[in-house]
Each structure stands twice: as C-alpha cells, then as structure tokens.
C-alpha cells in the first residue's frame, strides 16, 4: 500500500514515516520546508535504512499534486501539512486560512480526480470549546477560538461533507499534545524562533538558551495551580495513525477520534519530571497567565481504544527523556 505523506518532513510527519516504512508501507512524501527541512528527511532514512520518494512542493500548487498522483499510485493520504502557531494565526489570519484551507481542498480535487478514496487528517483539541467538562469525548461541544483552530474546524467539515458524497473513508484524529522524540534522538520537535509551547521551551532552557521558563499562571483551579494537559509521546501518536490507516481499510465515511492518554498532567510536574529523569536545572518563574489557555484539557481515549485499538503506552517519563535526547544533541 503507498501512503503519501503531506507534510513528512514535519514533526509529527516525519516519526509516523518512521513507523509507515517499520510497518512495512511505501510512503511519498510532500513538504514546502515552510517549518522543517531536509534533516527529517534524512533522519527518517537513516533510522530506517529505506529511501523516500520526497517532493519539495506547496500543496497550494495543483500542478505539483498533479505531478506526484501520476507518477505513484496513491492509495492512502495522511494529511500532515498545515501551518500551526495560534498567536502566528491571530496575527496573519489569511494565511492562515489561505494555506490550511486550500491545501486541504487541493487533496480533495486530486482525490476526486485520482480515485484515492481514503484520507486521515490531523486534527486538533483545539477545535473543542473551553467551557466542556472533562475528559473530553469526541462528542464534546466544539467551538475554536483563534484562526488556527478555525481552521482546523473548517477542514473537519470539508473532509466529512467530501467523504460523504463521495463514499471516502477519512479519519479525522484530534491530537492532544505531541511531546518527546524518537528515542534515536535523530528526529524531534525542531521549532524555529523562539517556542511557543511548553516541551520545547523546557528544553531549551535546560540547554541555557532561555535564562528561566515562563510558567503562564498558578492560579488556575488545578491540584497545584498550573494548567493541566494532556501529553502524548509523539512515537505514540505515530502508531494511532498505523491504526487509523487499518481502520479505513475496513471501513468508509467519517469517523473522529482522540489521541490522547487520558492523564493529565500540570505545567509544574512536566517541569520537575524533565528535571529528575534528565538531571538537569530547569529554572523558572510564575508569570501571568497566557492569554486564551484554558485550565485544563485532557481526552477520554475510550473511543480510539475500543474502536481502533489504539493505547498510548509511553510515560511522562519517556517523553522528557526523549525530548532530551533530541535536543542536548
Ligand atoms: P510541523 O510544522 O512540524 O509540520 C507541518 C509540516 O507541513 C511542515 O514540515 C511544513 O513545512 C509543512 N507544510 C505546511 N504547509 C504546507 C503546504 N502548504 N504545502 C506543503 N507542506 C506544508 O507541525 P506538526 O507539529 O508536525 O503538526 C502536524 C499537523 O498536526 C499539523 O496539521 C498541525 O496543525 C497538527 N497538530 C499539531 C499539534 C502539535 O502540537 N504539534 C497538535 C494538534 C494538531
Ligand atoms: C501547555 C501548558 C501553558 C509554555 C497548543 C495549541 C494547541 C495544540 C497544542 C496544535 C499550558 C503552559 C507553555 C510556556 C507555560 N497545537 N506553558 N510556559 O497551549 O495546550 O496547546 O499546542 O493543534 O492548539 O494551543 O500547549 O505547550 O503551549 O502549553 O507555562 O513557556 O504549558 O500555559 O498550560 P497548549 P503548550
């Protein structure tokens, strides 16, 4: 079976074609390099001692995809590639809109155009609203609030409307969040500037690059204060998507799940997890609240356990350590 694989060069991209190619799939793979590069790329083939068809194009370019569906016959699409920094969508909604939407409806026409009829697409806990009780179920009322999650939900609905008429089988998974690295430290989350969130900017100021950690808030109602998330080791969440592909193979239309743990687990013990386990001095301090988080997120995993037989199994542990791995390099 021959997956093709958008935005593989990608965080979450690149550790599920680690997993394709060990689970013994084809894969091709597209990527602009808008956030990533060829070190992905190279990482994947040099952990799994296999080749990749890559393609260095924008999903926006219809003459690209045109390119890649006739050189390959594509039976399965994980729809990776987006732009995804909140505060990035706030500021710059039209591209926002512009590069998440049109990539989405692109991989439709090819579909439509190539007779591929089955798609997964990286969805995002964010599409749900703040104020649901928790676990969150799949279930759970929606209603982003900023241009990325719009975004996110606009795609959902494209996808199911576009599945249902024409008898697709797409599996739309809501990531929680994605943390760790493959535990060969070769591949990782590699964010530009300054990070955004939480695992990365640890890192990095255990490695000194930042003086202290912001901790955005200890008032919140949590057991210590802190925002309480839900983490999920990003080698786990490659293999949900080996399972999610088995699942479309059995079955059409649109179907939503979950990937998450379950657990919750709060900024602070993130923080002396990253510190015990790896040794290191991460100083910090409490700062205001960041605008827009909410207290707490967490998933109920039932529904991608019983139905795709999907578990995360890594610990709090194992995604410090790995990130570490990554990123002391
Ligand atoms: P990432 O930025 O590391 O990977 C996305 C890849 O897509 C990048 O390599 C980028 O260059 C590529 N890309 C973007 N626009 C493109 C375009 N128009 N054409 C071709 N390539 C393009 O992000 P990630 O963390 O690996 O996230 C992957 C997907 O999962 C995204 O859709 C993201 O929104 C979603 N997601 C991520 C998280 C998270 O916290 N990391 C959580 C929930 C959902
Ligand atoms: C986690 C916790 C922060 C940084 C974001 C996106 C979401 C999804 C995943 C794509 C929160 C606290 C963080 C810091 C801190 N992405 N924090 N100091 O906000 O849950 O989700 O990434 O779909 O859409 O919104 O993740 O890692 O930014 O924050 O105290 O320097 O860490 O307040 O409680 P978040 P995060």
Redesign the pocket.
Same mark, same amino acid.
């Given at each position: 079976m021959k997956i093709l694989v958008t935005g593989g060069a990608g965080y979450i991209g690149s550790h599920t074609c680690v997993e394709l190619l060990d689970a013994g799939y084809d894969i091709v793979v597209i990527d602009n390099f808008s956030n990533s590069d060829m070190a992905a790329i190279d990482g994947v083939k040099q952990i799994t001692g296999k080749d990749i068809p890559f393609y260095q194009a924008d999903l926006r370019d219809m003459a690209a995809l045109d390119q890649i569906f006739t050189d390959h016959r594509i039976d399965c699409i994980i729809h990776f590639a987006g732009k995804?920094a909140?505060g990035e969508s706030v500021a710059m909604p039209v591209e926002y809109y512009d590069n998440n939407l049109n990539s989405t409806l692109n991989l439709c026409k090819a579909m439509e155009k190539y007779d591929v009829t089955k798609l997964i697409f990286s969805s995002?806990?964010?599409v749900y609203r703040g104020d649901n009780p928790m676990p969150l179920t799949e279930d759970a009322a929606l209603g982003p609030i *900023?241009p990325?999650?719009w975004s996110?939900f606009m795609c959902e609905q494209i996808l199911q409307d576009a599945a249902a008429a024409n008898g697709w089988s797409v599996v739309l998974l809501r990531? !929680?969040?994605?943390?760790g690295a493959h535990t060969s430290g070769i591949i990782g989350e590699n964010p530009r500037g300054i990070?955004?969130?939480?695992?990365p !900017?640890i890192a990095q100021t255990a490695c000194g690059t930042h003086r202290e950690? *912001?901790? !955005?808030?200890d008032d919140y109602d949590t057991p210590d204060g802190?925002?309480?998330?839900d983490y999920i080791h990003v080698v786990d969440l490659a293999l949900g998507h080996i399972k999610a592909m088995d699942y479309c193979n059995k079955n059409t239309g649109c179907a939503v799940f979950n990937l998450g743990t379950g657990k919750g687990v709060s900024?602070l013990e993130?923080v002396e997890t990253f510190k015990r386990v790896n040794q290191v001095d991460v100083p910090y301090a409490i700062?205001p609240?960041?605008p827009?988080?909410s207290a707490t997120?967490y998933a109920d995993p039932a529904k991608a356990e019983q139905i795709l037989g999907f578990r995360a199994a890594k610990s709090v542990e194992d995604m410090c350590r790995d990130s570490w791995g990554f990123n002391r390099r």
């Open positions: 995804k909140v995002s806990a964010t *900023n990325y999650g996110k990531y !929680f969040n994605p943390v990070p955004n969130n939480l695992i !900017f950690l *912001n901790i !955005f808030g802190t925002g309480v998330r900024v993130m700062a609240r960041r827009g988080d997120s």
